[in-house]
């Protein structure tokens, strides 16, 4: 079975500040990854995806993401986040091929202090 | 283009009552999807439909829990009868079929069960 695991569950920066959010995975086979966020009062959005080939993935708003195979990791950074950016983000994953429903991960609570 | 649309947004209901909720994907998907997301934690799917055909129901508590999609397009879930953890934000989410996997959500409905 798949799992997805965010290691934050609750992040303060102040504007300016670099960020990484972490998430792990486990699955057996091929895995296309993807990372959502949820602004308040807002629906589910979609951020950032990886399917294949460069493993360093680039969203909107200046988010970026890199997949490394070895490690079942897709960390998400910012160099510089706003207060804009304040909100909830999930990592998911779903197989390739396959069953396309995601799983989540518990999600990473952003707070950024003007 | 339109999103998926929900309704209703908000719903308020005793236990052992009865609810159900509606969805509408965005023209052209294929794929439906029912997510149930607690609080707290990342959403999880319930069932998805391919047309009008399940894919998935392995989460899907058939006890008390139950959908359709007639005609490819609509689609409702009903809870019934309700306990109080199925206090939730119900999400439904559509795409199309092929190599484009992402996953496009609606607002939610979040249900109380008091």
């Known amino acids: 079975a798949q799992s997805v695991s965010q290691h934050n569950h609750h992040v303060i920066l102040s504007e300016a500040a670099s960020l990484e959010l972490g998430c792990n995975y486990s699955y057996g086979g091929t895995v296309n990854l993807f990372w959502y966020v949820q602004y308040p009062g807002q629906h589910l959005q979609l951020l950032l995806k990886y399917f294949s080939g460069d493993p360093l993935v680039k969203g909107i708003k200046g988010f970026e993401a890199e997949f490394i195979k070895s490690k079942f990791s897709f960390n998400l950074r910012k160099p510089s986040v706003q207060w804009s950016d304040t909100a909830e983000y999930f990592c998911?994953?779903?197989?390739?091929?396959?069953?396309?429903?995601?799983?989540f991960g518990s999600g990473t609570r952003l707070q950024v202090q003007p | 283009e339109a999103g998926v649309a929900q309704s209703p947004r908000y719903k308020i209901i005793e236990k052992r009552q009865s609810v159900a909720f509606w969805c509408n994907p965005i023209?052209?998907?294929?794929?439906l999807y029912w997510y149930q997301q607690i609080l707290g934690q990342g959403p999880k799917l319930l069932i998805q439909f391919q047309n009008n055909g399940v894919v998935d129901d392995s989460q899907l508590p058939k006890d008390r829990f139950s959908a359709e999609r007639l005609k490819g397009v609509d689609s409702t879930l009903k809870i019934q009868p309700a306990k109080l953890e199925d206090s939730a934000v119900y999400l439904c989410?559509?795409?199309?079929?092929?190599?484009?996997?992402?996953?496009?959500f609606g607002p939610g409905t979040r249900l109380t069960v008091t």
């Open positions: 989410a559509s795409s199309v079929t092929g190599d484009d996997y992402e996953q496009y």
């Open positions: 023209s052209g998907h294929a794929t």
């Open positions: 998911a994953v779903n197989g390739y091929g396959g069953r396309r429903a995601l799983t």
